[in-house]
């Protein structure tokens, strides 16, 4: 069983940053793969980036690539969303999510969600 909360969600300007944190609880957590998806209102959820369990691959979405970097801290359980030159279309609400061994885009195949944080980007 995995727990997952997200935080550092909030309102910037265009061109600002944020950093999104992925807080784990229960054993094993370095074995699970995890994404971060997000959600504009009226949109369906959409893949942003995901971190293999090693950490070694990285994939993003093509929308964000060069700006969002994602990364883990294996000894904190906690995955990161550093998110640079922002733009209004990435106002969402951003969730992050895990799996045992996997790494994938693929919302369908991470069992454990978060409760989400919102992200508003103004012009």
């Known amino acids: 069983q995995v727990q997952l909360v997200e935080s550092g969600g909030g309102s910037v300007q265009a061109g600002g940053s944020l950093r999104l944190s992925c807080a784990a609880s229960?054993?094993?957590?370095?074995?699970?793969?995890t994404g971060w998806f997000r959600q504009a209102t009226g949109k369906e959820r959409e893949f942003v980036a995901a971190?293999?369990?090693?950490?070694?691959?990285?994939y993003y979405t093509d929308s964000v690539k060069g700006r969002f970097t994602i990364s883990r801290d294996s000894a904190k359980n906690t995955v990161f969303l550093q998110m640079n030159s922002l733009k209004p279309e990435d106002t969402a609400v951003y969730y992050c999510?895990?799996?045992?061994?996997?790494?994938?885009?693929?919302?369908?195949?991470?069992?454990?969600w978060g409760q989400g944080t919102q992200v508003t980007v103004s012009s």
């Open positions: 229960g054993r094993s957590f370095s074995t699970y793969g």
């Open positions: 971190i293999s369990w090693g950490a070694n691959n990285t």
């Open positions: 999510a895990a799996a045992r061994f996997r790494f994938t885009p693929s919302a369908a195949e991470y069992r454990y």
